[in-house]
């Protein structure tokens, strides 16, 4: 049987982290047949919540959990781990300065760059969950120069998976028929959710036909199915009077689980990834592209069309990101 993989999540006495690790204890994320062993990590005013959810995980009974590690200690919490989902981070609250969070989120991120660069498994994949997503990976990448850039990356996933879900409800599809949607640049309501390469497998035939000409309403596609997919997290506030965290948890799952093992073919997924300058997005930023995974690599899927529509949302998204990294920056000094 399998060695072991060691599985660490930040924040783990919040809410994701309270849906996200069963599903790594039943396998969702690195496969049934790949035994885990926990790796949870939270501050002190949250020490006593997390013994909570450690007595929890010992309670369920998971045959694959083979170890769990609850601390408040951040070099024991990233010791040995191969998969890295950080949640943990600093919330915005009522009347702050967008500048007061970043730098919360700025310091929080420069050090567990430093903790992991020094205690990670070699080849450790790690997603930034925490908002600002994008910032905080680019901050976890700039503090951990050891770690290769393109094992650090933030989920975009959740929003992949929200655009899915609109369009299958829409067509009356099922949402595993539907693929190939892009999430553009940011986790945030400047993100580009667009279909132009997006497909619909037709139960009469197998065939997968474009969602533009199945839909066949473009101002709904270029307007309110856009303007859903961005204000989705608030519309879940709104209802839950919490923030989305099942569909978070289970989409960073997604998210580990097609890099490691691999998309199918045909696929892509979105996943914030370090800019390599494709499609003419700023180099050096943290950016959600369309990509496939093969063999624990991602790849950025060239060669797309884009037209002045999307460009326009492409740039509008690159802009704000910049914006982000200076303030991140400018909160270093
Ligand atoms: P939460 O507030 O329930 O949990 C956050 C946990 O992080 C708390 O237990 C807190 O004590 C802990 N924490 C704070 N600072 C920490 C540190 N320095 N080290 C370790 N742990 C620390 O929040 P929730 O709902 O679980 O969300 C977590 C984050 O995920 C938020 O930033 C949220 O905005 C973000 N999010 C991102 C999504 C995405 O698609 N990228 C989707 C949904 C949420």
Known sequence: ?????????????????????????????LGPDQPVILH????????????????????????????????????????GVKVAVM????????????KDVMSRNVSIYKAQASALEKNAAQGCKVVVVANPANT????????????????????????????????AGRVKAQVSDVKNVIIWGNHSSTQYPDVNHATVRTSCNGEDRSVRELVADDPWLNGDFIATVQQRGAAIIKARKLSSALSA??????????WVLGTPKGTWVSMGVYSDGSYGVP???????????????????????IDDFSREKMDA???????EKALAYSCLN
């Open 40 to 79: 949870m990590l939270d501050i002190e005013p949250a020490a006593e919540a997390l013994k909570g959810v450690q007595m929890e995980l010992l309670d369920a009974a998971f045959p694959l959990l083979k170890g769990v590690v609850a601390t408040t200690d951040v070099a024991e919490a990233c010791k």
């Open 249 to 258: 948890a289970s989409s960073a799952c997604d998210h580990i689980r097609d």
């Open 136 to 167: 905080n990976a680019l901050i976890l990448k700039e503090f951990a120069p050891s770690i290769p850039p393109d094992n650090i990356t933030c989920l975009t996933r959740l929003d992949h998976n929200r655009a899915l879900g609109q369009i």
């Open 87 to 98: 949640v943990g981070g600093f919330p915005r609250k009522e009347g702050m300065e967008r």
């Open 283 to 305: 180099a050096g930023l943290i950016y959600s592209f369309p990509v496939t995974c093969d063999n624990g690599k991602w790849s950025i899927v060239q060669g797309l069309r």
């Open 1 to 29: 049987s399998k060695d072991p993989v060691r599985v660490l999540v930040t924040g783990a006495a919040g809410q994701i982290g309270y849906a996200i690790v069963p599903m790594v204890a039943r396998g969702v994320m």
């Open 317 to 323: 998204t690159a802009k704000e990101l910049s914006e």
